[in-house]
């Protein structure tokens, strides 16, 4: 059995947690990295060594708030650019332009990078994964980045893993890894996957969930004798729509299976409420196939654009759920975009979904103020 003088010599030592990376410390229960001295004794026995945090996460589903601000995450980050390494930049296909990470080349520097789209199971069968990745690199080079490759994977459903890997030892030449992306893209699901792959384990080693910011330090899971896979915090995006929902909520905004997308045949005057969460204005154009991509639960509700505002003020958290009645008070009021499209275009919600339009319209996205809406070329 470890005794506590040698549990304390552990956490002299630098001692982190296997779930968030934290520090491991004993002496302050409202900072990161607290675990009472009782349970790390059992952590020892079991040779699992997770934060209260991380316990409480993992299962009861209870996440508890840290310190942290997103100037202590992005330093975190920024110490890759001093290495010399291969950076895996992980995106959510479904919310690729919430996956964005401003001023990228300030973290990775002059490392190579390897694309990858996950979450790729939640995008409709039909769409090539050919299509899917040609997509992925214009908006890429739009964005100012040039990646070596473009993976496409499933990090709940272990997709193309074994592919990931392939690419991954082809372009390290020996290197260490870092796996970068803003939260909620599925970043320490993939890792998890990989370290299945790997080794054969079944059970999750990272501490997952749907909470923005579960990885609170670098977490290093060895490659070789000299080199690593390194997980690294999450870049927190305030304009993300899971920031601004409970969660009871956030089961709405990921979805967690394919998609199915609505198509619903409007004319111009009418307007698409998703839940209490955002709008869709058709200003102007001509009767056309409006089609929307959204998590399968979330409720669509159509009326008239006239009778919109009245509309919204009667039933949000109600009829127009989510958020519920108790939930919308922490909602920040909806805020509109007007946008004229010349292309079939896709009017984007952060974190939310996307809506593709034909060319030649006037349309008006609406979300909560401090939630991005913006446009780009048709996906699909």
């Known amino acids: 059995m470890t005794s506590e003088e040698t549990v304390r010599q552990y956490i002299d030592e630098g001692l982190r947690c296997i779930g968030c990376g934290a520090l491991i410390q004993t002496d302050n229960k409202n900072e990161i990295g607290y675990t009472p ?10 040779d699992e060594v997770f934060c209260q945090r991380c316990f409480r996460l993992r299962h009861y589903n209870e996440i508890q708030p840290v310190n942290l601000t997103d100037d202590d995450f992005r330093r975190l980050l920024e110490q890759i650019a001093d290495t010399n390494s291969l950076v895996v930049y992980v995106m959510d296909v479904f919310d690729f332009s919430g996956s964005l990470i401003p001023g990228l080349h300030r973290f990775v520097g002059n490392n190579d990078v390897l694309l990858v789209g996950n979450k790729v199971d939640v995008l409709p069968r039909s769409l090539k994964r050919t299509k899917i ?9 739009i964005a100012g980045l040039r990646p070596l490759d473009i993976a ?3 990090g709940k459903n272990g997709d193309a893993i074994a592919h990931l890997l392939d690419l991954i030892e082809k372009y390290r030449h020996g290197r260490s890894v870092y796996v970068v992306g803003v939260t909620n893209v599925g970043k320490s699901t993939l890792i998890n996957q990989i370290i299945k792959e790997v080794t054969g384990d079944r059970d999750d080693v990272i501490t997952t969930s749907r909470f923005p ?17 390194v997980d690294t915090p999450g870049i927190i995006h305030q304009d993300q729509m899971a920031h601004y929902l409970s969660a009871a909520d956030l089961k709405y905004v990921s979805p967690q299976k394919e998609i199915k997308p609505t198509t619903f045949q409007l004319n111009a005057g009418q307007t698409l409420f998703m839940g209490a969460l955002a709008r ?7 009767r056309a196939g409006i089609t929307a991509y959204f998590e399968n639960n979330l409720l669509i509700h159509r009326t008239k654009l006239a009778n919109a505002d009245n509309f919204y003020d009667k039933h949000a958290g109600d009829l127009l759920a989510p958020p519920t009645a108790a939930g919308l008070d922490e909602l920040p009021p909806l805020q509109r975009h007007e946008f004229k499209t010349t292309v079939k275009t896709d009017i984007v919600i952060d974190g939310l979904g996307w809506i593709t339009v034909p060319a030649d319209t006037v349309v008006a996205g609406w979300a909560p103020k401090g939630v991005s809406v913006l446009t780009r070329r048709a996906m699909i």
């Open 133 to 141: 990745k040609d997509w992925m690199r214009q908006q890429a080079n």
């Open 37 to 46: 001295m009782s349970a790390l004794l059992k952590s020892f026995e079991n």
């Open 152 to 154: 496409l994977t499933s």
């Open 213 to 229: 910011g579960t990885t609170l330090d670098r977490i290093e899971i060895p490659l070789d004798d000299e080199s690593n896979i």
């Open 280 to 286: 869709f204005d058709y200003i102007q154009g001509d």
